[in-house]
Structures are given as C-alpha cells and as structure tokens.
C-alpha cells in the first residue's frame, strides 16, 4: 500500500464550503480512480475569520501500478485534478490557496 497525504492551505472562512465540494465532487471522482480517503483532519479545528486553516488528507492506493496508472485512471485524476488547483477553480476562484 501507498500512502499520500495532501496538505492544503485554505484562506480564512473557506473550509466549510472546501469540504462541502470534496465530498459531492472530488472523494468520488477520487474513488473512481483507485484512491482510498484514510482521514482528513484540520487545524485549527475550529473556523476562525481572520485566520487561515489547514486541511490535511490522507489517501492510500494498493501498489506502485496503481499509483502510476491506476488502471489508466488516478494520474490522470493526479494531473488533471491537483487539489489545490480543483479546490481554488472550483470552490474559490478568485482566492489562491497552496498546497505542501
């Protein structure tokens, strides 16, 4: 097994509506593709106006095939989807986030 974690930086106020959209569109399209969600986990837990919050998530695929195939499918999902690109498109798209 292969374990990712994805670290994302979220501007101030925009983590309800982040996990709104990851759960109705992205977690699926990224089970589709192979990629098992582990936890997700955020910091600081509780949603401050004037303070940004970090969303960690934490993904596992089966072997190395599938994490550089994934059947033809999760590099696909990978370079088409990074999440930080999806979630400032699709959730925010004139507010930048960043992920580590």
């Known amino acids: 097994m292969i374990t990712i974690l994805?670290?994302?930086q979220l501007p101030a106020g925009e983590l309800a509506a982040?996990?709104?959209r990851l759960e109705s569109d992205y977690f699926p399209a990224a089970a589709d593709r192979g990629l098992s969600l582990l936890?997700?986990?955020v910091s600081p837990p509780v949603v401050r106006p004037d303070q940004t919050?970090?969303?960690w998530l934490q993904w596992?695929?089966?072997d190395t095939m599938s994490y550089i195939t994934g059947g033809g499918?999760?590099?696909t999902l990978m370079l088409t989807f990074p999440i930080a690109w999806w979630?400032?498109?699709s959730v925010m798209s004139s507010v930048p986030c960043s992920i580590a």
């Open 18 to 20: 982040v996990l709104q």
């Open 6 to 8: 994805d670290e994302i």
């Open 39 to 41: 936890g997700q986990w």
């Open 53 to 55: 919050n970090t969303l």
């Open 87 to 89: 979630i400032a498109k």
């Open 60 to 62: 596992q695929v089966a």
């Open 73 to 75: 499918s999760i590099i």
